[in-house]
């Protein structure tokens, strides 16, 4: 049996709601993150509400690596660039913003995602407990 080949809208569909699923999370996660119940709440409460965050943050770590994912088998901008017709308008726009989201992301997808959160690097120990990233899209790829 044959594959129907992927196509550009098979690739924006997963894209868009993967990005969908991303907002979910960080719309979450700023809304936990104020602590708008700190006055009511128990020390493990408090820790039980830092470990959600994590939680949630870690979960976008790896979202937004999956974003940058290069195989063959996966929806991803890469890939989805490729399925760009070379008669687009703005294709070399286009490339050049997954090249400056590839760039952007590089330092968390290789440590965080790549050797701590996918695999657990040997010798490496995940013990990041601190809420560290800024994950909220920067304004240069909010604009057209």
Do not use: C, W
Not at 27 to 37: C, D, L, P
Request: glycine share 2%.
């Amino acid at each position: 049996m044959l594959k129907k080949p992927i196509t550009l809208a098979d690739h924006i569909s997963a894209l868009r709601n993967e990005a969908l699923m991303l907002l979910r999370y960080y719309i979450a996660f700023k809304r936990i993150v104020k602590f708008e119940n700190f006055d009511n709440i128990t020390r493990t409460e408090f820790v039980d509400q830092l470990v959600a965050l994590k939680a949630i943050e870690n979960d976008m770590v790896v979202r937004i690596s999956k974003l940058d994912d290069r195989r063959k088998d996966v929806h991803s901008l890469p890939r989805a660039l490729l399925a760009l017709p070379s008669t687009h308008p703005h294709k070399l726009l286009i490339k050049n913003k997954v090249i400056a989201f590839s760039t952007l992301i590089r330092g968390i997808k290789t440590h965080r995602r790549h050797d701590q959160l996918a695999h657990l690097k040997l010798g490496e120990v995940d013990k990041e407990f601190k809420l560290q990233y800024d994950l909220a899209p920067p304004s240069a790829f909010l604009s057209k």
